[in-house]
C-alpha cells in the first residue's frame, strides 16, 4: 500500500509539472506584416452595404461611432492589417481575434465570419480591415486574443 502512494505521489507531481510547464510556454509570438490602403470608392458594393448596416444598425463588425449615416465613399479608405502568427506551443490555440484600437476617424472594424485557429507548432496569418476617414495614418495597436484549453491570453503589438 505504501508502494502505491508513493507511486500517486510521483505520477501527481509528473503531471503538476507537464500541465505548469505547457502553461509556461503557451506563447503565441506576434509579427506585425503590414497594412494595404484601399479607397472605399474602389470597393462600391462593400461600402454600400455597409453604408446600409451602419444606416440601419445592424454592423456585422464593431462601430467605433454611433449609429448614423456615412457620406461619400470618396471620404473613406479600408485599411487592412495583416499579422503573422507563430504558435510555439504544443497546444492549439483556438479563437484568434485581432481588435484594433480605434482612433478618431475610425469608423468601425469589419467583422469576419471565419473562426481561426492557429495549429500546434505551426504558423498562421490573420487579417483585420478597419473602414476609416480618407486622411487617417494607419498606425494602430492591434490587440490579438486567443484561447488555449480555455485560458484566454492577449498580445499586443503596433502595425506601421
Given at each position: ?25 503557451a ?13 472605399a ?23 467605433f ?35 484594433i ?6 469608423v ?33 495597436e ?19
Amino acid at each position: 500500500m505504501k508502494f502505491f502512494a508513493i507511486l500517486t505521489v510521483l505520477i501527481l507531481i509528473a503531471s503538476l509539472a507537464g500541465v505548469g510547464w505547457l502553461y509556461m510556454t503557451a506563447n503565441v509570438v506576434v509579427e506585425a506584416t503590414g497594412v494595404t490602403a484601399l479607397e472605399a470608392s474602389a470597393q462600391p458594393e462593400l461600402f454600400e452595404q455597409l453604408r446600409t448596416q451602419m444606416r440601419l444598425g445592424a454592423v456585422v463588425g464593431t462601430p467605433f461611432i454611433a449609429q448614423g449615416e456615412l457620406t461619400n465613399a470618396e471620404d473613406y479608405q479600408f485599411l487592412t492589417y495583416t499579422i503573422r502568427l507563430r504558435n510555439d506551443c504544443y497546444v492549439p490555440a483556438d479563437m484568434v481575434e485581432l481588435q484594433i484600437s480605434p482612433m478618431a476617424g475610425d469608423v468601425l472594424q469589419i467583422g469576419s465570419s471565419v473562426s481561426a485557429a492557429l495549429p500546434a507548432r505551426g504558423t498562421a496569418d490573420a487579417t483585420a480591415t478597419l473602414l476609416t476617414d480618407v486622411n487617417m495614418h494607419s498606425i494602430r495597436e492591434v490587440v490579438v486574443t486567443y484561447y488555449m484549453w480555455g485560458v484566454p491570453f492577449t498580445v499586443k503589438t503596433t502595425v506601421r
